[in-house]
């Protein structure tokens, strides 16, 4: 059963973030914002589907390990309704006006979320060597990075850099 009644609510899926028919919402006259929520609510409850954030909680900071960087990175003008990120070994295909194209000549993109099982080995004067032996995620490679030649992070990064030579 349909909540809101029959529409086309969803105009577009891409890159991991769902749009929403503005159109639809302002003919019905429903609340965009709780639309967001509930959208987010029921794509939360989905096989595969690690977390969800509205952009709503995007802007208003409290979305993410990191809300502050993902706030700062995220435009409201372009930015999706609602921001699904899939878990490991599972993957999310981007539409295409609603045609998925078998033809390899087609651009087919994939988003997957895997865990990245590979050594990083960072090199700096004056850092100590150390062995860092609990799982790091790989978002955090290039803030550690950038710390340490004391420049920008840069403007995609999510993850807050590794705390080396602190111990």
Do not use: C, W
Not at 34 to 48: I, P, Q, V, W, Y
Not at 86 to 105: H, I, K, N, W, Y
């Amino acid at each position: 059963m349909a909540l809101h009644g029959n529409g086309d609510y969803v105009s577009a899926f891409r890159g991991g973030r769902l749009y929403l028919n503005q159109r639809v919402i302002k003919e019905k006259d429903l609340d965009a914002a709780t639309l967001r929520a509930e959208a987010a609510a029921f794509l939360a409850r989905m096989s595969g589907v690690d977390r969800v954030y509205t952009s709503d909680a995007i802007m208003a900071g409290t979305a993410g390990e990191d809300a502050d960087a993902l706030r700062r990175n995220t435009s409201v003008a372009t930015a999706g309704d609602v921001t699904v990120l899939v878990a490991p070994g599972f993957e999310l295909v981007d539409d295409f006006d609603g045609q998925v194209s078998t033809d390899p000549d087609v651009p087919h993109y994939v988003r997957r979320a895997v865990a990245a099982t590979a050594p990083a080995f960072i090199f700096a004067p004056g850092l100590p060597a150390e062995r860092i032996d609990v799982p790091v995620d790989a978002r955090a490679i290039a803030p550690t990075v950038t710390r340490l030649l004391r420049i920008r992070s840069p403007n995609g990064a999510v993850a807050a850099p590794l705390a080396l030579g602190s111990r």
